[in-house]
């Protein structure tokens, strides 16, 4: 549904009068390769074969330039950059540059990921890098809202993943995060799927992919 | 944002409890291929070249069976399948599985599409084989409702757009409808972006097409 959400955002984003306006789009989605998660945090099976052998796929079709909607696979974003063959917007560059160019964006900012996005310092390194602090839940709040809320929405339950991803929201606005990254793809879907009215404070990574990406392809 | 709604309710319809069990999907979206309905209608240049190129990239990435969510587009069915090489999923036989299984839909049924599906009798002679009689808008009232609403859709204005499609619901209905097909891609799109009560008595195409799929791929 990550996905979904993804191409829902990237033609909202694309300014478009007809059919023709719109961006050509070739997708892989293959919910089969190995967990991000367990390759981090387990050392499970790494997916970096299957996203080359995507990236392979999305090449042989003409594709561009990529965009990856899964935050926690950025943690192979250099090897599939360099071994890819094609170019691929970042998705925390993309937040960033959200970030910077909202007046309405305060810092610090919260985030809201999988255990391996936080572990690999996904995040942290690129905001680091601009100087921009951050906050995260602790390890029981995680437990209880971010984790299910991610399951939730895998098996479809989108509503009942929202509330939860709402109470992780609050935890963080509370632990003093004036904004709040979405920064795994299940959480906007989850959020959006119910009626919560501090989505304001939030900066969903889905959609700022989707911006970057529309921009850098339209030049 | 047809195709998009339709991989959304593909997800849906897919029994899952966690990454593994959604389907591995290929995508092939190129707005910039020849209008379906010019071709039809006044004679424009074939889609087809390009819609068999489409089906020749799916094939290449191992897919193995093919849905199409436009409904104009099964014009050219009979070439697609004798000449793509791929097992195709023909929306209206969804829609008819979806109408015969049902005890909620009576007929007559009515049917909103473009003009080309109209004209081109796609839903009117699979439907008449199964015995199924229709009732259709008529042209001032398509002229008026459906034709802006599928434009007002490909523009982004999907509110807008629903309000139109509701209009020319209503107006089947008191023709005597008693249950209207949603026979474009785009008008699920519109109706599902209002709050509608008579979307009780629409079949989704795109939902039965979703569904259809789901099942076949699943065996």
Not at 59 to 68: E, F
Not at 114 to 136: C, F, K, P, Q
Not at 169 to 192: F, H, Q, S, W, Y
Request: net charge negative; aromatic share 4%; proline share 5%.
């Amino acid at each position: 549904m990550a996905t979904v959400d993804f191409l829902k955002k990237l033609v909202e984003q694309t300014p478009a009068e007809c059919d023709e306006d719109h961006l050509p789009v070739v997708v892989y989605s293959v919910p089969q390769m190995p967990s991000r998660n367990a390759a981090i945090m387990k050392n499970g099976k790494s997916p970096l074969p299957e996203m080359l052998a995507g990236l392979r796929a999305l090449r042989t079709q003409g594709a561009q330039l990529v965009a990856i909607p899964c935050n926690t696979a950025h943690f192979w974003y250099d090897e599939m950059c360099r071994e890819g063959g094609l170019p691929i917007v970042h998705i925390v560059d993309a937040v960033c540059e959200q970030v910077e160019k909202s007046h309405d964006i305060h810092g610090p900012i919260g985030l809201l990921s999988t255990e391996a996005t936080l572990a690999a310092r996904i995040y942290h390194d690129r905001m680091s890098r601009r100087g921009i602090g951050m906050v995260v839940n602790c390890q029981e709040e995680r437990d209880k809202y971010v984790t299910p809320a991610i399951d939730l929405v895998k098996r479809g339950h989108l509503t009942q993943a929202g509330d939860l991803v709402a109470m992780a929201v609050e935890n963080l606005l509370e632990r003093g995060a004036k904004t709040v990254i979405l920064g795994c793809t299940e959480l906007p879907v989850a959020l959006d799927s119910i009626a919560y009215p501090q989505r304001y404070f939030c900066v969903d990574a889905t959609r700022a992919l989707a911006e970057a990406t529309v921009s850098r392809a339209l030049g």
